[in-house]
């Protein structure tokens, strides 16, 4: 029997309507309030492969054409923060520790994100990858 309110994806301990999935509903009036829950949203909006919340919440200037889903076979296996910083009113940096698997073979993806805070909006800019 399906979970009636399965985790959150982002690794928060909340169920996933609580945290994440509110910003994913796409009420206007629900916006992640700071960096940090805009980039747990975009991780749990990966592993759902949610690309057109991935396209809303990426900067304009920096934003792709394409968003393409996860390849089959993808499977997310969390998240770590590893801090959160706020630069001024309009500009935070969050670095995150993601974890993957595809082909049989582990990923981790380590990142500092560039965030700016826009109308009342906060956005993923671009980011810094970190070597192992």
């Known amino acids: 029997m399906p979970t009636k309110n399965p ?3 982002c690794g928060s ?3 996933y309507a609580a945290c994440c999935g509110r ?3 796409g009420a206007s ?9 805009l980039m747990r949203s975009r991780y749990s909006a ?5 690309t057109n919340y991935l396209r809303d919440t990426w900067h304009p200037s920096t ?3 394409d968003i ?9 296996l969390g998240l ?3 801090r959160h910083e706020i630069q001024d009113a309009t500009h935070a940096t969050v670095e995150f520790v993601a974890r993957s698997r595809w082909q049989g073979k582990g990923e981790r993806l380590h990142e500092t994100s560039r965030f700016v805070l826009e109308d009342g909006r906060w956005f993923y800019v671009d980011g810094d990858i970190h070597d192992r």
């Not at 009036?29 to 829950?37: G, I, K, N, S, V």
């Not at 990966?46 to 949610?50: A, E, S, T």
């Not at 393409?68 to 997310?76: C, R, V, Y």
């Open 29 to 37: 009036h629900l916006r992640a309030p700071d960096a940090q829950a």
């Open 80 to 82: 770590t923060v590893k």
């Open 7 to 9: 985790a959150c994806p």
């Open 63 to 65: 934003r792709p054409t």
């Open 68 to 76: 393409e889903p996860s390849p089959p076979g993808l499977k997310w």
């Open 46 to 50: 990966f592993v759902l492969d949610l």
């Open 23 to 25: 910003w994913h509903g």
């Open 13 to 15: 301990g909340h169920a």
